[in-house]
């Protein structure tokens, strides 16, 4: 039986019912923030099963500000609090109640008691309150304490209760009472008012007394504070109106500033049932900003009735008041009240007459549309067109019979709103106008159509494009892209495919193919390119177009020597989103960078290299820090890859690079190169020395040798472009299939190495005993997984495909790694067939792979699955007797260093 099957460290993982509770908060805490609501509600579930030992753990994890970071810790127990708080989680909203006391009393940090009393509050009950009144004497603690006490529930009596005792801050205990509105609290407060010295506790006192107040209090804030002696007032206005009310707020009506009568006249408006008395006071009253105030506070109470006054009380009212009055009337949609603005449009000053015309805009009435209308022709001409484009009522009928008016000037007028509008019911009326001798209103016309126009407008447009004066060409094809717009792109471009077919100028459908915006139709405007028919106006729409087939067509323009600048700069601008090989793009802008160009496009080539972030980029873009013409792209360029930590750049070649661009961004001197000078300069700080890696005086007793001591890849053979070093570590650079091999083959060894995921969802192997240049996982001995298989993208990973698993044959126990950007120590032993995998001191694997197929490396019947093999394929490597060991690159981000093996067979042979 294999060692794997009864060691107990692999049965530890195979339910997470058997982790501990510390793991299980690990574990979580790994997992945060989740990408999506369903697993952050599993998450939470996993917390559930001790919740109140998992809340005192995530508490005493919390550090000191100054000195970590606590966001994860913070956002677990925030979602573990949100979490309980939802219906039928009682037991455990107790339990979690429970942890946060315990931890607030545990908690060394006071930033990290406010957090937990903060979190309390939303969950807590009257078995708090003793745990939070305990820090209300405390100067730093006292705030979030009693902001966690107004939100607990059963709170108003402790409170009245304090208040009486007078032994805690009053301010506070004011503050409470303000948030809670306690009535009872009102004689202690007045007492307090009569005697309180300090202004801020003064203040707090009126502010809680306008809250919690009766009308014994308004004598005794009237003259302190005015501001909540309002308050109080619109209180009682709505809780006790009485006749004294009424008539202290209608004292404050008048000499008082407009806020102050303001604020008094919602007390009297909420006291007063009829309020069109008050309607025609505020609207003689001077005072503009008042008086929209007043108005704004009378629209949800406005009705047609409460308006019969009006068209009596119109004439006279002030210009200035006029106008709010209409504006009003349109935003309380006050339809009955037609005949003012028809007044106002039809004998009000300029201003008067434009703010009725976009007030008539907000009403759906046919009288409110005739009004709109008639102004087309008039001197409102432009703002009646801004209120017909704003009005939601239906007009088509109405301007279509414009479009048959004699005012040339109101025909191009009600094209221009009719395109804006998309009315395409008034289509026929805008095709009659394309054959106006007038060319003013010819040209209006086509400028309409592409608003206007459908589907079933198709053939006609057509067979105006087709025809060979071409004055109007792009505005055509402008329509005719619109009247395709419902179209699916393949239909789309069939259609223009049809009428292209045999046409004598295939040249004025480009822009529609341009528009069709596929791959196909992209590399059908090439074909034409390359046909030589009118390759100027292909090439124009061609650079209009993003699609892949667009950017690999002008890499070949450039490469033939054929690109003009509008083709290089297009090429720059699509290439930097583009998702193609990084180092291929480096080198396009490499060979750009080194032809007969333009400052213009060497600069965004220079710039443009910041979105290609490799080690090679760097290099290229620091070049450029001696360029006069691009020292300044270059000095942000290099800035930028610098910034990026998963770019392997090696100290030597960084320091200088980036000590040259602090002094180019210092030299222009503007706000944003400040913070960029700032951002580098950090950058140097955290930069630090790298020594080579040697043995420990043990490994060196035992006959280590290193094979990578952070200087270079002497040792190793095959990719030295694939693998690059950079600060003492060996980076994967190049995507998929670049594999490095030992420069010596082993039997029998025990290899140690650091390693680290640069990014999420890394993924590499070991090859152990295999040749050079195959699959180790078959052809070697086998493939020994190295795997971010915490990543999303691997949550459905065979089981022989985690970390240190021999690939297809034996699965390794599944442990959680260091996190990205950390670095993971692990050894591998392989003696004869057996394989053991140890990784932070945890062996995951120990087994061997003969047993483990049971001989049966491959099937026992040629070309059938082989049933022994975990994978169902042969492994003909799998009995290799010697090889070399390979890492075997399956994509960028992954990190090495302090790689040393100890070669067992060589000292097997000594001996």
Known sequence: ?????????????????????????????????ADSQAKQQQRMQDFLKEPQQIVEILGSMLTDPAKGQNAKVEYA???????????????????????????????????????????????????????????LQDKELASPAINALIQTPGTDNLIIKMLNEQKFDRNLLAYAVKEKALAEAETSLLAWLKDEADASTKAMICSALASCGSKASLDALAPISMVDYLNLLQKLSKAAPSDDIKQRARALLTDQPTQVRTAAMQAVINMEADIQPI??????????????????????????????????LYPALTDAAKIDLVNWLGNTHAEDRMDIMETAVQKGKPALSQSALIAASKLKTERAAQLLVSQLSGPNRQVAAQAILASKTNLVDKLAALLDAPDKEVKQQVLSIVSQRRMKQVADKVFNLLDSPDAQLRQAAYNALNGVVSETDLNRLIEMLKKPDGTDLPKLQEAIKMAMLAMSPDKKLQTISDWMANAPRPEIYYSLLASAGTDAAATRLIEEYNSGKSADKALAELLKMSNPPVLKFLWTLIAQDKATEPVI?????????????????CG????????????AIKKSLVSALSTVPTGDAFTLAAKYLDDPDSAYEAANTVKSIA??????????????????????????????????VDAIKKLLTELKPVEPF?????????????????????????????????????????????????????????????????????????????????????????????????????????????????????????????????????????????????VNGEVILDANVREACQGHNVSPKAGEKNPYTMDKRDHPGMFNKKGFISYCGHGAGFMLKNIRVLDLSAQAAQK
């Open 1 to 33: 039986m294999s060692l794997l099957a009864v060691s107990p460290l692999f049965a530890q993982s195979t339910g997470s019912q058997q982790r501990t509770i510390e793991t299980v908060v690990m574990d979580v805490l790994a997992q945060l923030p």
């Open 77 to 135: 127990i925030s979602g573990l609090v949100s979490h309980v708080t939802a219906a039928g989680q009682d037991q455990a909203l107790a339990s979690v109640r429970a942890g946060l006391r315990n931890a607030i009393q545990k908690c060394p940090f006071n930033d990290g008691k406010a957090f937990l009393m903060y979190q309390l509050q939303w969950c807590s009950g009257p078995e708090d309150s003793d745990a939070l009144t305990a820090y």
């Open 279 to 312: 309607l025609q006071e505020t609207l003689k009253d001077p005072d503009s900003e008042y008086r929209n105030a007043v108005l704004k506070m009378l629209s949800p109470r406005m009705t047609a009735e409460i308006t019969t006054c009006l068209p009596a």
């Open 569 to 585: 700069a297009r090429f720059i601008a699509l290439s930097q989103s583009s998702k193609g090989n990084l180092k291929e793009r």
């Open 588 to 599: 396009q802008y490499g060979k750009l960078l080194q032809s007969n160009i333009s400052t």
């Open 643 to 676: 910034s990026n930590k998963s770019v392997p750049i090696d100290n030597k070649e960084l320091l200088p690079a980036l000590n040259k661009a602090i002094a180019i961004l210092k030299e222009t001197g503007n706000a944003d190169d400040g913070y960029a």
């Open 694 to 838: 040697v043995l420990s005086d043990d490994e060196k007793k035992q006959g280590f040798e290193l094979l990578f001591d952070g200087t270079d890849l002497s040792k190793w053979q095959d990719n030295a472009t694939g693998y690059k070093v950079a600060n003492g570590a060996i980076h994967v650079v190049e995507d998929y299939g670049h594999n490095l091999y030992t420069r010596k083959e082993y039997q029998d060894f025990v290899m140690r190495f650091s390693f680290c995921f640069a990014r999420p969802g890394v993924n590499n192997g070991i090859g152990v005993r295999t040749p050079v240049g195959v699959d180790a996982a078959y052809d070697g001995m086998c493939e020994l997984q190295i795997i971010d298989n915490d990543a999303p993208e691997y949550a459905h990973l065979a089981d022989y495909q985690y970390h240190g698993s021999v690939y297809g044959i034996i699965p390794a126990r599944r442990i959680k790694l260091k996190p990205i950007g950390q670095w993971n120590e692990e050894e591998i032993k392989v003696v004869g067939d057996h394989i053991t995998v140890t």
